[in-house]
């Protein structure tokens, strides 16, 4: 089919129609803030949840709350299953090759933070550098200046142009034979960019270097295919996604895996203990020490379920229409200078206004019912790039509408009319 | 009064605009450093002293409305008090922007400080308010050079 089909333009349409009839489906959008219906334009710092997602969370708890791996009772074993079921929706979810390179951690964060600690662990010495990008999140910063300051080990950042992309052209030559390892953020939480991630994973592999993709803010946004992507490493948190907060995953290809020692010791990632000596269980349980968040799973996987519903596909498209229109919007307003315009953009809106703080414009708009998150966005470097103490962000989830574009823009008048 | 006009009195839009007594001080006796790392506001507060009288009062930076309106504010009603004096000041200011002063009488010892009654409204805003009196009171008291509101 092609897209002048008849055929397919009604499926394109039905697909956007269901995106724009789920709003309903999101019970804490109902309400009303200072008197005002509720604006949400906070997703990137987190997403709100569907119904599902709580009613997959409730039953669990309700009904099939028991530890899993270890006991030979029907609650255990139903919780396992539960469990383990959704590691295999996260393969469909991602295109993973097989379930034993998909890790359950804490979220983003923590999967970056077990990659820095078990890869560098293994691979990482003196003189070694670390190839990272100037906007990436503090998470992806963070982790790898402490490797670098315990292994003698040299952080190299790619430079960022004016408009919020990667200076592609300075990256071959930061690709040294002393790399070890790529760590960059598929779409960029302070500016909205989506980096050319295949591209960087092709350039970094072509030298041998393995790459590290922090997919945080990706998930609730684009397709991912890490077989497609050619990652080595992909991280992302359920709670951006419109699942639980405290639970996320993390990729990895498994001739990493294999070679990386664990992360944390205890429970479940071991084979078998004495004091003379422990053997490490198989992948994927060698990195899951400890009790995990087994409700948090079960919500993650009732969130994957929802967006197959709606389609990934449908989704881009959807949310890539409401940016375009709050981007004319906002554009009209007097004294709004957009930080981050990228060509390729997934859901956010970072900005200032002339002469007005970031943070009086959040208590304006807040007061008018509109979330929006205001400050560095734990991506000081990007501040420090723009020559802004602080941004105002206004972010995007599929449930969002032009209306609450209109109310948002209405509000930043109000902005002008208390501070201008 | 609407709450957004409680909030952003005349005084405070007035001293966001022109800010007073707002330049690097040559000769300062003791200049300190305040940071919000939530925000990003960050001013530098000097203060001249002679005995434990405050004969002179800047600050220099940048950040929201709030925190430069109240560092405005402030070193115009310090200057030419005692230490003591500001100290006092700070507290009841403290207990302004909590809700907990007592009644029209305490506002009305307050002056213009009174301005910011409004920001207890807005317990996020409270520490952009407090920033430049947080600083104040460690370059009478302390030895510090920098403080951090986190």
């Known amino acids: 089919m092609t897209a002048s089909d008849p055929t397919t333009l009604t499926e394109e349409f039905h697909k956007l129609l269901r995106i724009a009839g789920c709003r309903h489906h999101f019970p804490l959008l109902r309400q009303s803030v200072n008197g005002k219906p509720l604006v949400y334009f906070d997703n990137a710092a987190t997403s709100q949840k569907p119904q599902a997602v709580i009613d997959a969370m409730m039953r669990y708890y309700e009904a099939e709350n028991s530890n899993i791996h270890r006991g030979v009772h029907y609650l255990s074993e139903r919780a396992t299953q539960s469990y383990e079921g959704v590691r295999v929706k996260v393969k469909a979810f991602m295109n993973a090759a097989d379930t034993r390179e998909l890790i359950f951690v804490r979220g983003t964060t923590e999967a970056i933070n077990l990659v820095a600690h078990s890869f560098g662990r293994a691979f990482v010495k003196a003189g070694d550098e670390i190839l990272i990008s100037g906007m990436e999140h503090h998470s992806n910063i963070v982790p790898w200046q402490m490797l670098c300051e315990e292994r003698g080990a040299v952080l190299k950042v790619i430079p960022i142009t004016d408009t919020g992309e990667l200076q592609m052209d300075a990256v071959p030559a930061l690709l ?6 790529m760590a960059i953020t598929h779409v960029s939480n302070a500016l909205g960019t989506v980096n050319p991630v295949k591209e960087l994973v092709a350039m970094a592999h072509e030298k041998g270097i393995p790459v590290l993709v922090d997919g945080a803010q990706a998930v609730p946004h684009v397709r991912v295919d890490v077989q497609d992507l050619d990652c080595d490493f992909y991280a992302f948190s359920a ?77 881009r498209q959807f949310e890539h229409d409401l940016l375009t229109y709050a981007t004319e919007k906002i554009l009209a307003v007097p004294g709004v200078r957009i930080i981050g315009t990228a060509k390729e953009k997934a859901g956010v809106l970072s900005f200032v206004m002339e002469g007005i703080h970031p943070h009086d414009i959040g208590t304006i708009l807040d007061v008018e019912g509109v979330a929006i ?46 501070l201008g | 009064m609407s ?139 302390t030895n510090e050079t920098s403080i951090s509101t986190e």
């Not at chain 1, 040294?176 to 390892?181: E, Q, Y």
């Not at chain 1, 501040?383 to 802004?388: A, I, L, P, W, Y």
């Not at chain 2, 002293?49 to 800047?58: A, K, M, P, T």
Request: proline share 4%; net charge neutral.
């Open chain 1, 373 to 418: 998150r205001t400050g560095h966005h734990c991506a000081q470097p990007v501040m420090q790039r723009f020559g802004v103490p602080a941004t105002a962000r206004a972010s995007f989830a599929f449930y969002n509408t032009k209306e609450e574009v209109d109310a948002f823009i209405k509000a930043l008048d109000k902005v002008r009319e208390v």
């Open chain 1, 176 to 181: 040294t034979p002393k790399t070890k390892l």
């Open chain 1, 239 to 315: 709670h951006k996604m419109f699942g639980p907060t405290g639970v996320g995953i993390l990729y990895g290809k498994k001739k990493w895996l294999d070679q990386m020692p664990p992360y944390q010791g205890g429970g479940d990632m071991i084979r078998s203990v004495t004091f003379a000596r422990t053997t490490y269980n198989d992948l994927p349980y060698k990195f899951e020490a400890g009790t995990p968040n087994i409700g948090g799973g079960i919500g993650l996987g009732a969130a994957i379920e929802y967006l197959n519903e709606l389609n990934m596909d449908a989704i």
């Open chain 2, 3 to 141: 709450v957004l006009n409680e909030l952003y009195q005349q005084v405070i839009l007035d001293h966001n605009k022109s800010p007073r007594n707002f330049r690097v001080m040559e000769g300062a006796t003791k200049h300190v450093e305040g940071y919000n790392p939530l925000c990003g506001d960050h001013y530098t507060v000097y203060v001249k002293l002679d005995g434990d009288q405050i004969v002179d009062v800047s600050f220099e930076g940048a950040g929201c409305a709030i925190s430069k309106a109240s560092a405005s504010v402030m070193s115009a009603m310090v200057k030419n008090h005692t230490v003591a004096e500001a100290e006092e000041l700070f507290r009841d200011f403290h207990r302004l922007v909590k809700g907990e002063l007592a009644g029209e009488e305490e506002l009305e010892r307050l002056g213009k400080l009174a301005a910011f009654a409004g920001v207890s409204e807005f317990p996020a805003r409270v520490k952009c308010a407090s920033l430049a009196w947080h600083t104040l009171h460690s370059a009478l008291n």
